[in-house]
Structure formats: structure tokens, C-alpha cells
């Protein structure tokens, strides 16, 4: 049976999960029984469309990389256009809604909008955006358990690299004592490149701009802000711990300076942005972003560039450490494809 997608916008992300299950269709369908079709896009800046039996991915993927814009898809009959998201999430017979729209992290919206209007239509949700996780987890979740629908962000952490399923499936059993990891590519790099050329935090900066690692405005990177959403989904999606971003304290590496990297060499230690939740006495947890000197010796130091990594400390099995991508087009479109998989394995719908 198809899985039907309505997308809400079609910018890097959403494009990169398109030509995922263009490329991969028919390995898809021979070895997980997994067979998507687009029926709707709807993205504020290239227009919108909408057809129930299905549009092109060649086309839509061909007319938005040649013009920018779904205006030259060619009309067909049934074909519907100019159906803002809402009525695209309300009105059209998708079965899941990948929700890639361009998204205000303070305030998670239009985002939680979206996966309200999508849950109380009877539609799962896949999503890379991380605010409205980080902001509104335990409001979404009930609502997407009240309709009996699914609801995933693997994408939300480290791209395709699966920081959240991993550790319910192939953890089960263990209680997580801590988590620990390098959740922001751009700040990995930046100290990265601190340490191996000994040039200051702006030359690096200015060099992790270029490469197209960091914005041309850093702050949520460099201040740790990006890292602090991505502790609060892992608090609360895998430690079972209602953390809010407020609880995390925070602190970037703007004040890490030459000397300071040097010194850290002569320790035999250096300098990561760490993320972390643990779990201290009487369950209490501690949740913050900030930098810290690393041991040589701990998993975490190996890790340059501009890759992540996380580190699950366990009762049972000791500490398992995951690194890979925390970015890339096709990455990022992996990780919606990991979410729709299972939602489309799972026939009883009940929140991932």
C-alpha cells in the first residue's frame, strides 16, 4: 500500500527526502515493503500543489531546481495549486505530513501549529525542526497519542545519525545514567581548527563561514543555544525527564581563546562545547551546554570537524558512544526516511 506525504516546505531538507525516495524506490519497496508518493507540497516561497493520485518527484524536483518555484509543474487534470498549509494538512488524503518548514525556534512556530492541525486530522508527523520539540514535547505528544497517530524526529539531534532510535532499541532495558555529546557541528569545527593551526576563534570563525559550516550569524551556534534544544528533546524523549529549555544553563566557546587551547595540550586534555544530561541523587537531573577540557583518553576527544557524537552512559552496559553526520541534505532526509519506515511498519498508530 502507498504511503501518502503531504510536504510542508520544500526547501534543502524536503528536497533531499525526495530524491532519497526517487533514487532508492524500488530497493525501498523489494526490502522493507516501504512505497511513498508526494500528493501535496505546499511551501510558502515556491507555491503549492496538490494531486490525490500523486505528483511527479522528477518534475517537482526538476521544475524547483531549474526555476526556484512549483508554478511551471505542469497543470493536469485534478491537479489542485494555491492551497496554503493548513488546508493542505487539513484537505488532502495524506497519511503522514513532512513537516520542513521554515520554523522560529524561540517560538516553534508555524511548526506546532502544523502538527496540531495535522494530529487532530488523524496524520502522523515527521519533522526535523527541533523548536517545536524542544518547546512543546509533552503538549504534542499527548495530542498525537489522543488521535492514535505517530509523530517522529529522529532529524532533530544529529541528522541521519540516530541519536534517538538507537538507544530505545538497542538500549532497551538499560536506565541512562548520563548523556553526554558534541551536538553542533559548527563549534567542533571551530575548536577543532583552534587546536590543530593555532589561529584565534575569529580566524576560525571566519573560515568555518566560509566553508559554509557556520552562518553568517553564528550566535545560536557559537552560544550554545542549538546545543540547549537538543539537550531538552533528549531529556524528555529519552530520559523521560520534563526538562524545558530554561532548565539548561548554557555558555558558548566565544571566550576560548589560543592560550586557553594550549594550556588544555599541556594537560593532555581538550577543548569540546559538551552537552549533558545526568542523572544525580534521588533522580535528580542536571542538564547544561558548556565548554569543557576533555581527557585525551574519553570518547568524545577524538571527535573533529565538523562531526557530532554522543555518549549514553548505562547501568548495564557500561557507556556506548555514536558519532556521525549533524548535517547534510541527504543526511537530514535520511532521518525523516528512518521516521516514515516506521511509522509505515507500525499498523497500530501510537505516538514513536
Sequence with gaps: MLHKLAFIGFGVVGQGLAE????????????????????????WNKGSLYHPEGLDINLLLETVQETGSLEAYPTSQGLKRDW??????KESNADTIVEVSYTNVETGQPAISHCEVAFTSGKNVVMTNKGPVALAYQKLTRLAEQHRVQWG??????????????PQLALVGNQMKEIRGILNGTTNYILTKMEEEEVSYETALKEAQALGFAEADPTSDVEGYDARYKVVILANHIMNVPLKVEDVSCQGITSITP???????????????????????????VAKVAPEK???????????????AIAYECDLVGTVTLSGAGAGKIETGYSLLIDLIHIAGNKQKVVM
Excluded at 294 to 308: E, Q, T
Design 84 to 89: 496554503d498549509s493548513i488546508k493542505t494538512i
Design 259 to 285: 592560550e586557553l587551547i594550549r594550556t588544555a595540550r599541556a594537560e593532555g586534555k581538550r577543548w569540546k562545547l559538551l552537552a549533558s544530561i545526568k542523572r544525580g541523587e534521588e533522580g535528580k537531573v
Design 153 to 166: 524526529f529522529e532529524g532533530t539531534v544529529m541528522s541521519g545519525t540516530p541519536t534517538l532510535r538507537m
Design 294 to 308: 576533555v581527557d585525551l583518553a574519553d570518547s568524545l576527544a577524538g571527535i573533529k570537524g565538523a562531526i557530532n
Design 20 to 43: 532519497i525516495l526517487r533514487d532508492k524506490r524500488e530497493e525501498l519497496k523489494a526490502n522493507h515493503g516501504f512505497e511513498a508518493q508526494i500528493v501535496a507540497i505546499s511551501d
